[in-house]
């Protein structure tokens, strides 16, 4: 199983995400994420999520709760209530070195009140980030 960390970051009412585009065998899919990533062994969770901020999207985050997890038959994604302490969110790491027009990545801040139009996972931790609702970490 895959375990991940994310962080939800709030500004001004709009939620950081990463934007996909993948073209496969001439269909387009389109979906956001909230950015986060894999964790790397002998790795904590806050560290795994720190890490993973500052390769994808160049930025230095402060952990300001955990929110609980999602969990399906492939993976585990533990998500975390976190604010950018220093730089502006673009793309690196990884995502830039694979980006082409059939696999895009975009940073980018959605209207919290967008979401519900959008397609992506993991809605219902923005909302425990709004409202401050944390939870005991969970390591594995």
């Given at each position: 199983?895959?375990?991940?960390?994310?962080?939800?970051?709030?500004?001004?009412?709009?939620?950081?995400?990463?934007?996909?585009?993948?073209?496969?065998?001439?269909?387009?899919?389109?979906?956001?994420?909230?950015?986060?990533?894999?964790l790397?062994?002998?790795?904590?969770?806050?560290?795994?999520?720190?890490?993973?901020?500052k390769?994808?999207?160049?930025?230095?985050?402060?952990?300001l709760?955990?929110?609980?997890?999602?969990?399906?038959?492939?993976?585990?994604?533990?998500?975390?209530?976190?604010?950018?302490?220093?730089?502006?969110?673009?793309?690196?790491?990884?995502?830039?070195?694979?980006?082409?027009?059939?696999?895009?990545?975009?940073?980018?801040?959605?209207?919290?009140?967008?979401?519900?139009?959008?397609?992506?996972?993991?809605?219902?931790?923005?909302?425990?980030?709004?409202?401050?609702?944390?939870?005991?970490?969970?390591?594995?």
């Amino acid at each position: 199983m895959r375990v991940s960390s994310r962080a939800v970051i709030i500004e001004n009412g709009k939620l950081l995400t990463m934007f996909r585009r993948k073209i496969k065998e001439g269909k387009t899919m389109e979906y956001f994420v909230i950015p986060g990533g894999g964790l790397e062994e002998g790795e904590s969770l806050e560290e795994n999520v720190t890490r993973e901020l500052k390769e994808e999207m160049n930025i230095d985050i402060k952990v300001l709760g955990y929110l609980g997890y999602r969990e399906d038959e492939k993976t585990k994604e533990h998500y975390f209530h976190c604010e950018i302490k220093n730089g502006t969110p673009e793309l690196g790491g990884e995502e830039l070195d694979r980006m082409t027009n059939e696999n895009y990545y975009q940073p980018m801040f959605v209207d919290i009140s967008e979401l519900n139009k959008i397609n992506i996972l993991g809605t219902n931790f923005v909302n425990k980030a709004i409202h401050k609702q944390y939870e005991n970490i969970i390591n594995d």
